[in-house]
């Protein structure tokens, strides 16, 4: 475990995995196989979707529970449908703190969240730190599909969130897809830590999935790998925003 002066100015890489069809029998196998395989040494994150309305939850037990057994263990709120992930009404923050409490009850210790399409407004932050995780949802690219005053938080590097509440919120920004890796778009090399991140359906694709094998190759040939545990007991950034007014 290194430093946290060798983390903010080292050259570290950590891996995660939005994991949105985990009763898929297929995704779920790639996913589980590449887990346990770790390559470049990466301990994957599964950032997981919790089960939604007449979905088999001990099946998705089952397997939360394996995942979290190989490696880092977060919640993934997708709160409009299973494939759609970004809210259209409602109260978000409730949705994030009743999937939170729901993962405690039965059992799971998640540590880190990441907003369904990239969604994070303020009550969310203030909600995932009252449930102690480190929040991944910020990017340091800007996903094409978000219109322009869609709320989304861009950041190159890890983060203190300062909230509303005046607490501070640790975030990890998701810095790199695969895909971006596979093909050398790697922005300024002056990052001190890469996150890069795929989903568990592009598994299901061949060409995804050897592109996901190239990255993932190059990534822990470049860098020193981690795991988000590592960041999140090791990390302290030097940086501060202010999340209170962000909400668009
Ligand atoms: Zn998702």
Same mark, same amino acid.
């Given at each position: 475990?290194?430093?946290?002066?060798?983390?903010?100015? #080292?050259?570290?890489?950590?891996?995660?995995?939005?994991?949105? +069809? *985990?009763?898929?029998?297929?995704?779920?196998? +790639?996913?589980?196989?590449?887990?346990? +395989?770790?390559?470049?040494?990466?301990?994957?994150?599964?950032?997981?979707?919790?089960?939604?309305? !007449?979905?088999? $939850?001990?099946?998705?037990? $089952?397997?939360?529970?394996?995942?979290?057994?190989? #490696?880092?263990?977060?919640?993934?709120?997708?709160?409009?449908?299973?494939?759609?992930?970004?809210?259209?009404?409602?109260?978000?923050?409730?949705?994030?703190? $009743?999937?939170?409490?729901?993962?405690?009850?039965?059992?799971?210790?998640?540590?880190?969240?990441? #907003?369904?399409?990239?969604?994070?407004?303020?009550?969310?932050?203030?909600?995932?730190?009252?449930?102690?995780?480190?929040?991944?949802?910020?990017?340091?690219?800007?996903?094409?599909?978000?219109?322009?005053?869609?709320?989304?938080?861009?950041?190159?590097?890890?983060?203190?969130?300062?909230? *509303?509440?005046?607490?501070?919120?640790? $975030?990890?920004?998701?810095?790199?897809?695969?895909?971006?890796?596979?093909? !050398?778009?790697?922005? *300024?090399?002056?990052?001190?830590?890469?996150?890069?991140?795929?989903?568990?359906?592009?598994?299901?694709?061949? +060409?995804?999935?050897?592109?996901?094998?190239?990255?993932?190759?190059?990534?822990?040939?470049?860098?020193?790998?981690?795991?988000?545990?590592?960041?999140?007991?090791?990390?302290?950034?030097?940086?501060?925003?202010?999340?209170?007014?962000?909400?668009?």
């Amino acid at each position: 475990m290194p430093h946290t002066e060798d983390i903010l100015h #080292g050259r570290y890489a950590v891996v995660s995995c939005h994991v949105e +069809r *985990p009763l898929d029998d297929e995704a779920w196998a +790639r996913f589980s196989d590449l887990q346990r +395989r770790r390559p470049g040494r990466f301990a994957i994150a599964a950032l997981m979707r919790p089960p939604a309305e !007449g979905e088999d $939850e001990l099946l998705w037990l $089952e397997r939360a529970r394996e995942a979290q057994a190989r #490696g880092p263990f977060g919640l993934h709120t997708h709160w409009t449908a299973p494939d759609h992930a970004r809210p259209t009404g409602g109260d978000p923050a409730a949705l994030v703190r $009743e999937q939170g409490r729901w993962l405690t009850s039965v059992g799971l210790e998640p540590r880190f969240f990441c #907003g369904g399409g990239w969604y994070l407004d303020a009550n969310v932050a203030e909600a995932v730190a009252d449930l102690g995780y480190t929040d991944c949802t910020a990017t340091a690219f800007r996903p094409g599909y978000l219109a322009a005053d869609a709320p989304h938080l861009e950041l190159d590097e890890p983060t203190w969130l300062e909230l *509303p509440s005046g607490r501070h919120l640790l $975030e990890v920004p998701t810095t790199h897809s695969i895909g971006m890796l596979a093909r !050398g778009l790697w922005g *300024p090399f002056r990052r001190a830590v890469v996150h890069a991140y795929f989903h568990d359906t592009d598994l299901l694709d061949g +060409r995804r999935r050897a592109a996901l094998r190239v990255g993932l190759a190059f990534l822990g040939l470049k860098r020193t790998s981690l795991d988000l545990g590592d960041l999140q007991r090791g990390l302290r950034p030097e940086k501060t925003m202010s999340f209170a007014n962000s909400r668009a």
